[in-house]
């Protein structure tokens, strides 16, 4: 009899899934989540692929990974460093070298590390592992293509296409190694290529050659054990934050009783918006692709003034060509939410890497005084709830709301519990309907607590009127360019904005309330802070987190919660945006700045590091 492998139980663990563009790791990593999630796990996940369309293949610049971090509790982030690597390639091993744990579990296609292979990947002898210091790590070497082309001979497939499915095989060694069956994960193959049948059984089948190579090979390498936790009953989906961010313009749209628009224009890492939006017309959703960013939004802004929900989703370089349209919104105060998924900048800079870097430019980046809304989601899952409060905010108080989220957010993926629409707050459009004042209407009518104007949708009888971006006389609405009467428009359009505070959720503080220090953070970055926020409190430190969803306006206990405390650091993926914007709104706030600007996420192990300095200078 084999001897039997050491089972290792582990609360969590991080795989991470690497190879050329073609390789298909995206998809393994994604269906080896999904799997996760459906055995009870917590997950988060960080796809990390490359901006070229297709690099060379075996070479540096090519390489395209999914990192996902499970476990029983408390996974906020895809993890520091990976517990398991599929290298599928020379090139992926020596790119995600700094990512491994010293003892980690390596698996290697070794028909992909002949002497030309390594050669594309720069390595200078023919053992990469010594020549990387990887001396510690558990190895397991597998003629990977070969195996998949001898085991789908039966099905007739060329060689190139017999090859495309050694990512199954890797992923069913992956499912051998942490006990996971099969089903679901031959249940989502039979899904993905429904109108392919071949092809299907051709990847259920090197799934399962894998899964039984594993089984060969068990004595040679530890396998893992990870707990499964006690889910809240409902139904649950594995969900990235754009997706997430497309269901909750949808339910914000459903709760107002108004159609979704939505004019858009292709840009990384904000497509998937479009794509998601335009498969549910039947929900009366009209997802249109226009020439360009301006006419996308465009097109939006008439959406809204003929009384939809109306969207345009973008990216940084977007939101600098939209600038003139927002600013049209916010003077002819129309409801429209901007979705700008943030990537590494300026110019095109890093098209797939995430920054959080166009802070400063959603608050001021337009001409004249325009105040806007500005929300940034914190997590994939939050970026359902983020999109409602978008869509909400918008139509209640007439104005332009920008959401914030990032391409980590973006494209990572959390298990997600479908949520009541019952159990959100309504949403409510502020329609000239509402209006009791004696005197006549005209567009510019205002409600005298909110200073939020009145919404007539064209058509309603009575109300026939005209809006535009020239300055309106506060009165009677008609074209102005008095001097008091623009000052008291641009003030009036500032406390609109100034009054939702009190529509709005006040800052929570995580963690300790006596803290030694408070954390401050804002959007994608929450998961990484409370993590690093918990890692101290369990070595001893005294920490608390104050993380920001509502941005412009900030809550109303802001100056309260940040005067409370007399160490802060503001954490953010940028030269120090927000905290110089909370200096400029708190009186006397002089935080300490933490700013990464690496395209890639916070590193909790050097948030603890630098936070642990910080806690004993």
């Known amino acids: 009899m084999t001897e039997q492998s050491k089972v290792i139980t582990l609360e969590k663990v991080v795989v991470r899934f690497s190879g050329d563009s073609g390789d298909g790791m995206q998809l393994t990593g ?9 055995l009870g796990n917590e997950i988060s996940t960080f796809p990390d692929f490359p901006a070229e369309i297709r690099a060379p293949q075996g070479s540096l610049s090519g390489v395209s990974g999914f990192q996902v971090h499970l476990g029983s509790r408390n996974i906020f982030t895809p993890g520091d460093k990976a517990d398991v690597l ?23 296609d ?27 790590v558990q190895v397991v070497a597998a003629p990977i293509s070969s195996m998949v082309k001898d085991g789908l001979a039966e099905y007739g497939l060329d060689n190139k296409s017999a090859v495309r499915c050694k990512n199954m095989f890797a992923l069913g060694l992956v499912c051998w190694l942490f006990d996971r069956p099969l089903d679901s994960a031959m249940h989502q193959l039979q899904n993905k290529f429904s109108k392919k049948p ?84 039947e929900l009366g959703v009209k997802a249109l692709q226009f020439e360009d960013e301006i006419a996308g939004i465009s097109t939006a802004i008439g959406a809204s003034f003929a009384g939809s929900l109306a969207v345009t989703s973008t990216s940084g370089p977007g939101v600098a060509l939209k600038s003139e349209a927002i600013g049209l919104a916010v003077i002819a105060e129309l409801p429209l939410v901007v979705v700008d998924v943030q990537r590494g900048g300026p110019s ?63 494209n ?53 009127h005209r809006i535009g971006g020239l300055e309106k006389d506060f009165e009677t609405s008609a074209i102005s360019t008095e001097p008091y009467n623009h000052q008291k428009m641009v003030k009036t359009r500032q406390a609109k904005i100034d009054k939702i505070a009190g529509f709005i959720p006040e800052l929570e503080v995580l963690g300790d309330k006596d803290a030694d220090l408070l954390i401050v953070g804002w959007g994608g970055t929450y998961g990484h802070l409370c993590e690093a926020m918990e890692d101290l409190r369990e070595n001893g430190k005294k920490v608390a987190l104050a993380h920001f969803k509502f941005i412009s306006p900030l809550p109303k206990n802001t100056i309260e919660v940040l005067s409370s405390f007399k160490k802060v ?12 914007y909370l200096r400029s709104n708190v009186p006397g706030f002089n935080p300490i700045k933490f700013n990464r600007i690496k395209g890639q996420p916070f590193v909790v192990a050097r948030l603890v590091e630098e936070f642990t300095k910080i806690l004993e200078a």
Request: hydrophobic share 35%.
């Open 30 to 38: 994604t269906i080896f989540s999904n799997l996760s999630a459906i």
């Open 86 to 108: 599929v290298a599928m390639n020379p090139a992926a091993l020596k790119v995600n070298v700094n990512y491994l744990k010293p003892h980690a579990i390596v698996i290697i």
């Open 110 to 136: 070794t028909d992909s590390f002949q002497k030309n292979d390594l050669d594309k990947a720069k390595f200078t002898t023919d053992d990469p592992f010594t020549e990387l210091g990887l001396t510690g």
């Open 198 to 281: 071949t092809i299907a059984k051709a990847n259920i089948k090197a799934l399962t050659d894998g899964y039984n190579y594993g089984n060969n090979i068990h004595a040679s390498v530890s396998t893992y054990r990870i707990e499964s936790k006690k889910a809240k009953p409902g139904f649950y989906t594995d969900v990235n934050g754009n997706k997430a961010t497309s269901y909750g313009l949808i339910a914000a749209a459903e709760k107002a009783g108004l159609k979704l628009f939505l004019g858009s224009y292709p840009i990384t890492p904000a497509t998937d918006i479009l794509q998601e939006l335009a498969k549910h017309k």
């Open 348 to 410: 095109t800079g890093l098209p797939t890497k995430s920054e959080q870097t166009d802070l400063l430019q959603t608050l001021y980046g337009r001409n004249g005084e325009s105040p806007v809304v500005v929300i940034a989601a914190t997590t994939p899952a939050d970026c359902f709830d983020a999109a409602y409060w978008a869509g909400k905010l918008a139509v209640e108080h007439m104005t332009p709301v920008i959401l914030l989220t990032d391409s980590f957010i973006a």
């Open 412 to 464: 990572g993926s959390t298990a997600w519990r479908i949520p009541d629409l019952k159990t959100y707050p309504d949403i409510k459009p502020h329609y000239v309907s509402e209006y009791k004042d004696d005197k006549p209407w005209n567009p510019y009518r205002r409600d005298p607590e909110t200073h939020v104007r009145y919404w007539a949708v064209p058509g309603t009888e009575g109300f026939t």
């Open 569 to 580: 650091i503001v954490a953010e993926q940028n030269n120090g945006q927000f905290a110089n």
